[in-house]
């Protein structure tokens, strides 16, 4: 079985949207979609089958206030308003919705991971979770520490990011029983993640003092993975696909031009999927 894993990353996602897209446009059919943070939405939306949905999120929703802004972060606690997007704009009644009863249908595998807030373990559900007008499961696979002050309740528990427990956690997928795997980033593979200061994070988190633990891990956890990733692309188990430059798009910034150009190089890179599998 063939896999393929979204780590997220924000803004920076436009890369695999582009990647998702030629996927679409070529019929490229991966048994297994894996998401992490926003990868959760994107690749529930290739398994929609709604080619260019994650490009007008990206180039064009992005850049509305609602979607984004500080006001929803003093008014809301999240500067990203995951209720605008996986409500308001995704619902049936919303002005992009995601065809869920395409999703029921497909054969695709889904898994979104999501973290405790009170362990900081890792957590997955599956396509089942999804219910019809309620996304909570993308909301809480996204809920971004600090950019968020809140975790999202999902049935009875608090959950944050995916992330923040394992940020590319290609060990699921296998033990899921993939035999080849693509794992989409969305930074240059070289990337070096700064540390984030223990002192903050505790502080921070002081009503979760285990997931300010992880922040503050979270630098090594990444390089390590990295690392290993590298090493099972050698053995030809992994394609890992990933910008050589982002054009300036951070997770939360609004640049037209770039988004369009990560884009683009997504949709090209995406080539190297079919040799792959």
Do not use: W
């Not at 394992?166 to 794992?183: N, T």
């Amino acid at each position: 079985m063939v896999g393929i894993m979204d780590i997220g990353g924000g803004l920076r996602g436009n890369y695999v949207s582009g990647i998702i897209d030629y996927m679409l446009d070529n019929s490229i059919d991966i048994e297994y979609c894996l998401g992490i943070s926003a990868g959760s939405a994107n690749l529930i939306t290739y398994i929609a089958g709604q080619r260019g949905r994650l490009k007008r999120f990206y180039e064009e929703y992005s850049f509305e206030k609602r979607y984004m802004s500080m006001g929803n972060y003093f008014r809301k606690g999240m500067y990203i308003d995951l209720d605008y997007i996986y409500s308001d704009i995704t619902n049936s009644y919303g002005k992009d919705p995601l065809n869920l009863d395409a999703i029921e249908k497909s054969p695709k595998r889904f898994v979104a991971a999501v973290t405790d807030a009170q362990t900081a373990e890792q957590k997955y559900f599956y396509k089942s979770d999804l219910k019809y007008d309620d996304f909570t499961l993308l909301k809480a696979s996204c809920a971004i520490p600090i950019a968020t002050r809140r975790p999202v309740l999902f049935g009875e528990k608090e959950y944050f990011d995916g992330g923040v427990s394992d940020p590319i956690p290609y060990k699921k997928a296998f033990e899921d029983g993939c035999d080849k795997l693509i794992i989409c980033l969305t930074l240059p593979v070289e990337y070096q993640k700064n540390a984030f200061p223990k002192q903050l994070a505790d502080l921070l988190f002081l009503k979760y003092p285990k997931i300010g633990k992880a922040i503050s891990a979270s630098h090594t956890m990444y390089h390590n993975r990295i690392n290993e990733i590298l090493e099972l692309e050698k053995q030809g188990k992994v394609l890992i696909l990933y910008p050589r430059e982002c054009f300036g798009v951070k997770t939360a910034s609004r640049n037209k031009e770039g988004l369009e150009k990560l884009y683009q190089l997504g949709y090209k890179d995406a080539e190297r999927i079919k040799a792959f599998i």
